[in-house]
């Protein structure tokens, strides 16, 4: 299999599982806090709507429905999931994926909460790290702890793949 491969077919397992890790915070946080997770019907909503020349939005909520959003604003996050672990695997190599460490997913991990942060929020209408919403830090902490969760999810996920392999 050559290098490239490899490093697709890791990106995916791993990004995936570190997905699955992240999403299963989602459930708990909302099971445990009541604080529903981010709905990805809005990414998908954004991303359609982008794709017909309009970035931004004064409220991503009051803008019309994107056909099949939801299914699409799931596939549009393991996509994500996938490339951020692909990432991970270009900067620090086929090597971690072999020998995972923690550091190296948790400066991936926790470094992908800037696409929300300086991205998505704003283009979204709730502004730089959500300083719109009613309550901004709260919300900032609820980002950070996901995308650490995403992270933790990097380094298990690597483990479990490294084991298999």
């Given at each position: 299999m050559h290098e490239v491969d490899k490093i697709l077919l890791h990106s995916v397992v791993i990004g995936i599982g570190a997905t699955l890790v992240m999403d299963l915070w989602g459930w708990i946080q909302k099971r445990i806090f009541n604080a529903p997770p981010l709905d990805y019907a809005l990414v998908a909503r954004w991303l359609g709507h982008f794709l017909r020349g309009r970035f931004r939005h004064d409220s991503i909520m009051a803008a019309p429905p994107v056909a099949g959003e939801r299914a699409w604003g799931w596939i549009v996050h393991y996509a994500i999931g996938i490339v951020f672990a692909a990432l991970l695997i270009s900067f620090w190599g086929?090597?971690?994926?072999?020998?995972?460490?923690?550091?190296?997913?948790?400066?991936?991990?926790?470094?992908?909460?800037?696409?929300?942060?300086?991205?998505?929020?704003?283009?979204?209408?709730?502004?730089?790290?959500?300083?719109?919403?009613?309550?901004?830090?709260?919300?900032?902490?609820?980002?950070?702890?996901?995308?650490?969760?995403?992270?933790?999810?990097?380094?298990?996920?690597?483990?479990?793949?490294?084991?298999?392999?």
């Open positions: 086929l090597e971690w994926v072999r020998n995972p460490t923690l550091g190296p997913a948790l400066v991936i991990g926790i470094g992908t909460v800037v696409v929300p942060f300086f991205i998505m929020q704003p283009a979204f209408g709730i502004g730089v790290a959500g300083m719109r919403t009613p309550k901004p830090r709260i919300n900032q902490v609820k980002s950070l702890a996901a995308h650490t969760s995403f992270a933790i999810g990097l380094f298990l996920a690597a483990n479990a793949w490294a084991q298999l392999t």
